[in-house]
């Protein structure tokens, strides 16, 4: 019984240390939407899911300074979306391990045309912003061709 805690042991170690892992990337598999300037920057700005639903879309922004094309690591990016009287708005953060990418999580309550509109920072008082629109599906309309495995 000893003799098989060990190799089990033994395995487990020699996977730990050489076992290849795939790195999770929090920011893979985007979809661009727009692409725009406000002010003085640049903003790439991409989407999860793929074909927006009511409910909740992830937006990943990506500023970078018109003129040089250098990356922003300080701004202050607030992203709000409209449709009729009902507005709602987060603010999109970056993070240490990736201070180049801002991002935010809205819900969208009913499906339709939405404004969307990026406002940018990076000085005091001074506030660029740039709209779209952006189409909602109903949370019933989206296709897709994926299918689930279930085992029983």
Request: cysteine-free; charged content about 20%.
């Given at each position: 019984m000893s003799k098989l805690i060990l190799l089990n042991l033994s395995a487990a170690i020699l996977i730990m240390l050489w076992g290849q892992t795939d790195r999770l990337?929090?920011?893979g598999n985007?979809?661009?939407i727009h692409y725009g300037t406000a002010g003085e920057y640049d903003l790439k700005i991409s989407i999860i899911p793929h074909e927006p639903v009511s409910?909740?879309?992830h937006f990943h922004i990506e500023p970078t300074l018109s003129s040089t094309t250098e990356p922003i690591e300080?701004?202050?990016i607030t992203v709000v979306i409209r449709q009729?009287?009902?507005?709602f708005q987060s603010r999109?953060?970056?993070s240490p391990s990736s201070?180049?990418?801002?991002?935010?999580n809205l819900t969208f309550e009913t499906p339709g045309e939405w404004e969307v509109e990026i406002k940018i920072s990076t000085h005091p008082n001074i506030e660029d912003k740039l709209s779209f629109?952006?189409?909602i599906l109903g949370a019933g309309s989206a296709t897709s061709n994926a299918a689930g495995i279930f085992f029983l």
């Open positions: 990337e929090a920011h985007m979809k661009n409910g909740s879309v300080k701004a202050i009729g009287e009902n507005a999109a953060v970056n201070p180049t990418i801002y991002d935010a629109q952006l189409s």
